[in-house]
């Protein structure tokens, strides 16, 4: 981690993650790669047992909104994310690459906000459903499928549970 960088873990806060790809390149821009991206993010959220609030897949980065993790931290759940889909999209050693792919996919490191209030909870979420109309992909957020706006819109269940609290256990303090 670089110097003076410092992560609040562990007080419970939401968590708004900005990812970039590699030197910004457009790496998510074909609808297959961010089919996958979503579909790695699913597993990443089953396996982690964290809540998913909101999410977007721009061609070259993602934005999202999480609750901490009930296994490890923000950091690990990026690392895992990153990391598996980068091995489903990169070559491996020895396979032939028809056309040139980068041998990175994510920029290292992410921007992680602490979320402490309702306001801000709101704030982000729009943020991230107005990121393809801002970015002039889609003249409005519904269009954009690669987002989590149709689910608070109109209740239709995407490829990754949104607000699945579920899977987080009660945590009882002791006096």
Known sequence: ??????????????????????RRQAF????????????????????????????????????????????GNPSVVMQALKLSFARRTIPRRGETRPEAKPVHVWQPRFYDYNVRSQHKRVEKLRYI???PVRRGLVESPEQWQWSSFRDYAYG??????????????????RA
Not at 156 to 173: A, C, F, I
Request: proline share 5%; glycine share 6%; aromatic share 12%.
């Open 156 to 173: 239709e269940s995407g490829p990754v549970r949104v607000n699945d609290w579920t899977v987080l256990k009660m945590k009882v303090r």
């Open 129 to 131: 459903h107005r990121n």
């Open 1 to 22: 981690m670089p110097w003076g960088l410092k992560r609040f873990y562990g007080s419970g806060d939401l968590h708004f993650i900005t990812c970039s790809c590699y």
């Open 28 to 71: 998510l821009s074909s609808a297959q790669r961010r089919d996958l991206f979503l579909a790695v993010l699913e597993q990443v959220r089953q396996r982690y047992s964290f809540v998913v609030l909101g999410y977007v897949v721009m061609p070259e980065h993602i934005h999202l909104l999480l609750s901490e993790p009930e296994k």
